[in-house]
């Protein structure tokens, strides 16, 4: 009986956003179709250049819109507040004062983040949670088109336009899918409805989150917390996430050794596993190793290109500068470009949103500079 609900759950979900589709097409047909040609008529805006321009722009507030979604009704489903970003700009929940702090995730435009409420006969709300920023976005995209159609004004080509770059990120997020192998917010949900070790994965994650945010160091919690069942594919990106999490917990136990084994799980699924998640992976084997036998041929062999570029990407990602003083201390036994990192590591900590994490990375760092004056 329990299969058969949720079954028909996924598969009116699914109507739901088939709906959503069809009813964004017939509207783009029915006004859209019109108002290109109005619009060439009575405006020199519309130029490809010019369309493009605005769509980037409008695209931006729309993932601020989004985002804004998903912090609306994450408050109605019951949710508190972690953090909001937008680009780096991140503002986080510290003990009900709002701060401004500096966080990027490579790929990714924005988020927001909040800690889920205790679980309720093993269960939690994250229907309206993921499905907020949707909504939001097909709610300012119908008011766009209200505007142009209704209001008359030179400037309706930028209403216009805003509207498509909103129903694009309805289209892109309303619809389960998989972009660049992430799955996107319609594909959260389906997933969790038909699955209870995705809803699962899903509530650690941002339970664990949201208290590291609080400042509680991941090797307080339980290592079960982490754990994941044998024979699971470790590369759905829940389940990686898990294990980077279990990762994690040795890594601020100091324990290298079984933190290299829990690493060592998801070798065999690196090529499935999505690029930012496998970045991670590499850029923390290459920390062990420089920590461990210092090979420089397996440095050398997994510092490539590709990498270098995702580490001076993702600066804000306090990890990333640890590992770079860990090459400068043990690789190129450069004392004075790791102290400079070190300093840096202390600098990123103050701005970091996730304070737990951000004690743990000083720590590291201080074992570090221990090294360096040994």
Request: proline content about 3%.
């Amino acid at each position: 009986m329990k299969k058969k609900k949720k079954f028909f759950k996924a598969i009116i979900f699914l109507m739901v956003c088939l709906c959503i589709g069809f009813f964004i097409g017939f509207i783009s047909d029915v006004f859209f179709n019109d108002a290109i040609n109005t619009y060439m008529e009575k405006t020199n805006l519309f130029t490809l250049p010019s369309f493009f321009l605005l769509f980037i722009i409008g695209y931006l507030i729309q993932i601020i819109i989004h985002e804004g979604g998903h912090l609306i009704f994450g408050l109605i489903s019951g949710y508190s507040f972690v953090s909001f970003r937008v680009g780096s700009f991140t503002i986080i929940n510290d003990n009900g004062k709002l701060k401004r702090k500096k966080f990027n995730i490579p790929g990714t435009g924005g988020q927001c983040l909040m800690m889920p409420p205790e679980l309720k006969n093993g269960t939690f709300p994250f229907i309206l949670y993921n499905l907020g920023g949707v909504i939001m976005n097909l709610v300012a995209s119908i008011l766009g088109i209200l505007v142009a159609r209704n209001v008359n004004s030179p400037f309706n080509f930028i209403w216009f336009v805003f509207s498509i770059s909103g129903i694009f990120g309805v289209l892109t997020n309303g619809i389960p899918m998989k972009i660049g192998g992430i799955a996107n917010d319609a594909y959260n949900i389906l997933s969790m409805l038909k699955d209870k070790d995705t809803r699962q994965g899903f509530y650690i994650q941002l339970r664990v989150n949201g208290l590291q945010s609080q400042g509680i160091r991941i090797k307080d919690m339980p290592l079960d917390t982490f754990e994941v069942k044998d024979g699971s594919d470790l590369s759905n990106p829940l389940n990686t996430a898990l294990r980077l999490m279990e990762f994690n917990w040795y890594l601020d136990n100091m324990d290298f050794e079984n933190g290299k084994k829990s690493l060592d799980t998801l070798l065999p699924y690196l090529d499935k596993i999505i690029p930012v998640y496998r970045n991670e992976i590499n850029c923390e084997r290459i920390f062990l190793e420089l920590v461990g036998d210092c090979d420089k041929d397996f440095i050398d062999n997994l510092y490539n290109k590709n990498l270098r570029k995702y580490i001076k990407i993702a600066k804000f990602m306090i990890n990333k500068t640890r590992i770079l003083m860990a090459y400068e201390t043990f690789y190129n036994d450069d004392k004075h470009k790791a102290m400079e990192y070190y300093k840096k590591i202390y600098k990123l900590a103050d701005k970091y949103p996730i304070k737990g994490e951000a004690d743990m990375e000083l720590m590291l760092a201080d074992w570090i500079k221990a090294k360096i004056n040994c």
